[in-house]
């Protein structure tokens, strides 16, 4: 039988060890999509959070009433009934973001993110635990969007957050806001993350001061 993480390690697991992006592969089509600015990548990255956790306590909550014959049916359900508070928001409210962003948020609603940590962990567990997972999960894959957008834009267009940080000297490089650009920066960062990993893993421990008799 295995044990049962404790509720700080069901939040800091999906920030790094299981980022859902770095480690786990798992929505790269906004990923690669969207990050061509960090705003669009924060956006993004929210109203996917906004979801996973709004669905998590559904679907917690729910568990038991779902039969399990139509279980992916009803997480789909209750998982586009969130997507579409998203988008309706995001059109009302920042109309500029939301024509950006174009059918990538209504597509949140089979991004496989969301409906894996419903199926592997919120319709087994009880509405803390899922909602501290999800909100883990959710921070994890707003840092990879954000931390992707800042990169492509930075080089891309020479500013963060659209404030210009670079020059006339600089040339921007079109190719970073380019699909080509997306791949190559995710490609990188998921090397420099594993990379990092195998090399913390491998660390060797202090040695023992005692003498060996």
Excluded at 125 to 133: E, Q, V, Y
Excluded at 176 to 188: D, E, H, Q, S
Aim: proline fraction near 5%; aromatic fraction near 10%; include cysteine.
């Amino acid at each position: 039988m295995s044990t049962q993480l404790s509720l700080k390690a069901e939040f800091v697991k999906g920030l790094w060890r299981e980022n859902p992006v770095l480690a786990s592969l798992l929505g790269l089509c906004p990923t690669l999509a969207v990050t061509n600015a960090a705003m669009n990548g924060l956006a993004m990255g929210l109203a996917t959070t906004f979801v996973l956790l709004m669905s998590s306590l559904m679907i917690s909550a729910l568990r038991n009433f779902i039969p399990y014959q139509v279980r992916i049916a009803g997480y789909i359900v209750i998982i586009a009934t969130f997507v579409t508070v998203a988008d309706r928001f995001l059109a009302a409210f920042l109309p500029e973001i939301s024509a950006t962003l174009g059918p990538y948020i209504p597509l949140i609603v089979v991004n496989c993110l969301i409906l894996g940590r419903q199926e592997a962990f919120s319709s087994r567990n009880g509405i803390g635990r899922s909602l501290l997972d999800s909100l883990g999960m959710g921070l994890g894959f707003i840092f990879v969007l954000v931390a992707l957008g800042i990169i492509r834009e930075t080089l891309g267009s020479g500013s963060i957050f659209g404030v210009t940080v670079l020059g006339d000297w600089f040339t921007p490089w079109m190719v970073m806001i380019l699909p080509p650009g997306a791949f190559l920066t995710l490609g990188i960062l998921i090397a420099l993350a594993n990379w990092y990993n195998d090399s913390s893993s491998t660390t060797p421990r202090s040695t023992d001061k005692k003498a060996i008799s």
